[in-house]
């Protein structure tokens, strides 16, 4: 074989072939370093010589279904210039590796189309092995991902399974690239954040949150020149809890047939109209529902009225719209909706920024799905920076359904 295909076919240049074996069903290339390419790996000085070896065996990419070995004789080397004695540096593989660069990349270019443990078996090596060789390429491309260019962005948190457990998540409205992942929910999980967005020098316009007062706080504290601007979809969903507590509460109290009525409502109370199914008479059990309850009736449509607040022309038209709905809910005289009326008023700015720019989390809802069916796929990660490394290359990935 020539020393031509060991390079094209394995990436192994400045060795030569000695001889191939097969053992064991295993193709064994045994290859050799001449004299004239030995260096001192410590002053990097031609005038050395050979002071014994060390016979090591490398994992290289299969020839079809036949695992390839590397089998090559590490020189040791005296260098007459620094007196060193140590071993040769390889061009082949990283140190302390069992497998070549080659196989390294073979295996990257496997894991964007399989799971990791599929990967493994393949290759005949372990899983451990295969998340090592992915993570440190996730580390080198995503470990401190560039915020220089950030301009819109959102912030929000996500559970990453059982027991209260959290990460916030960053990420780039423009680009929908995760720019960071901390552990935790607190203000305290972005403090590295800030300080690289700092360092970086970005200019960032608007940030995407919910109205939670650690973020809010988080972010005037560190970008006191952005827009905050609330997220919709949580404004929408806050009201839908607290639509969910006002039922509760009606049921509880009701008696006869209201209560009866009230039953299995909780649901048709937080569809949009348009989405109620005609088929299971969702629209008349609602209708009926609400007939028999007042506060519950005006809770309900005044809901519809508030997502009308962000379908407006024009951010004045979006001001009345709001100056109104809360003239109408602290009006009502019931306690949820007074409530409600006041968090909003507090928080006008934030919502009335939308029309600015017209931005929100919904991305990060979908990085959220990502995540979750990430999880599924690895059954869990026990190595968290892995898990969070994975996070920061989401947007690259494409997930297609498996047969």
Known sequence: MSTSLLYHGWGIRGYY????EFVAGRIVQVIAQEDWRLRCPACGSADVFRSGQFERDFKAPPIGRRPVVIRLPIPRVECRGCGA???????????????????????????????????ALHLGVSWGTIKDIHK?????????????????????EISIGRGQRYLTVVLDLDSGAV?????????????????????????VKAVAIDMSPAYIDAVQGNLPKAKIVFDRFHVVKLFNDKLSELRRQVQSSAAGL?????????????????????????????EEALRLNHPLFTAYYLREDLRQFWEQDSKAAAA??????????????IGMLRKFA?????????????????????????????????QRQAYGFRDQEYFMLRIYSLHELNYALLG
């Open 136 to 156: 440190r390429h996730l580390a080198r491309r995503f470990r401190k991902p560039k915020l220089k260019r950030l301009r819109q962005i959102a912030i929000d």
């Open 320 to 333: 009345r719209v709001l100056a109104d709905w809360i003239r109408r809910a602290e009006a009502s005289g």
């Open 179 to 203: 720019v960071f992942v901390g552990k935790g929910r607190s203000a305290e999980s972005l403090a590295a954040f800030w300080r690289r967005l700092a360092s970086s020098g970005a200019k």
């Open 258 to 286: 209201g209560k009866d009525v009230l039953k299995g409502t909780r649901w048709l109370l937080v569809k949009n109209p348009e989405n109620l199914d005609e088929r299971r008479n969702e629209k008349q059990r609602l």
């Open 17 to 20: 072939l000695v001889r191939h």
């Open 342 to 374: 006041r968090t909003l008023r507090l928080h006008r700015s934030g919502l009335l920024a939308w029309y600015d720019y017209p931005i929100s989390t919904g991305p990060l809802e979908g990085t959220n799905n990502k995540i979750k069916t990430l």
């Open 85 to 119: 004695i140590r071993q040769v540096k390889l061009s082949l593989a990283d140190a302390r590796r069992r497998y070549t660069h080659a196989f390294e990349r073979y295996a990257l270019d496997l894991c964007r189309m399989t799971t990791i443990q599929n990967v």
